[in-house]
């Protein structure tokens, strides 16, 4: 149940006074002792309990927010203490030839990149937050072959 739904509000503009208002005219249009539906109105005093609490709101809208979370190189069950490592290996008419290896230690994801063409060897490593996404470090090297 999204509350945000349940109290016919956007997310976007939802402020104190704006919670409070649309709480009063949804909770005295489907009061039970005013005819209304008990389970619609439980659900709205919900939505409006936890909304109208500053610390229960952020906590609530913190959750929501990852849902949308798309831990695409994380194995969100072996996120700490997990080491995870994937070498992909490419190499197209003995010209150029690139190797990926992928490694996750607690809360960083390390992926080293090693390019070979014509002779000339370009190493990357991106060090990369896995909760944030952000870059946190990234090194580049060229050599001569």
Same mark, same amino acid.
């Given at each position: 149940?999204?509350?945000y739904?349940?109290?016919?509000?956007?997310?976007?503009h939802?402020?104190?006074e704006?919670?409070?208002?649309?709480?009063?005219?949804?909770?005295?249009?489907?009061h039970?002792?005013?005819?209304g539906d &008990?389970a619609?109105?439980?659900?709205?005093? /919900?939505?409006y309990?936890?909304?109208?609490?500053s610390? *229960? =709101?952020r906590?609530?809208?913190?959750?929501?927010?990852?849902?949308y979370?798309?831990?695409?190189f994380?194995d969100?069950?072996?996120i700490?203490?997990?080491?995870n490592v994937k070498n992909h290996t490419?190499?197209?008419?003995?010209i150029?030839?690139?190797?990926?290896?992928? &490694?996750?230690?607690?809360?960083?994801?390390? /992926?080293?990149?090693?390019?070979?063409?014509n002779?000339? *060897? =370009?190493t990357?490593?991106i060090?990369?937050?896995?909760?944030?996404?952000?870059?946190?470090?990234?090194?580049q090297?060229?050599?001569?072959?």
């Open positions: 149940m999204d509350y739904t349940t109290l016919k509000l956007s997310k976007d939802a402020t104190p704006t919670i409070k208002k649309q709480y009063k005219k949804l909770a005295l249009k489907y039970p002792d005013r005819g &008990q619609l109105f439980q659900k709205i005093s /919900e939505a309990e936890t909304l109208s609490d610390d *229960k =709101k906590q609530y809208d913190l959750k929501n927010s990852m849902q979370f798309n831990p695409r994380v969100v069950s072996n700490f203490n997990y080491r490419h190499q197209f008419n003995n150029y030839q690139s190797s990926v290896k992928t &490694q996750i230690n607690d809360k960083v994801k390390t /992926e080293t990149t090693v390019e070979i063409n002779g000339i *060897k =370009k990357t490593i060090k990369t937050d896995i909760i944030t996404g952000k870059v946190i470090q990234r090194i090297s060229i050599h001569q072959s």
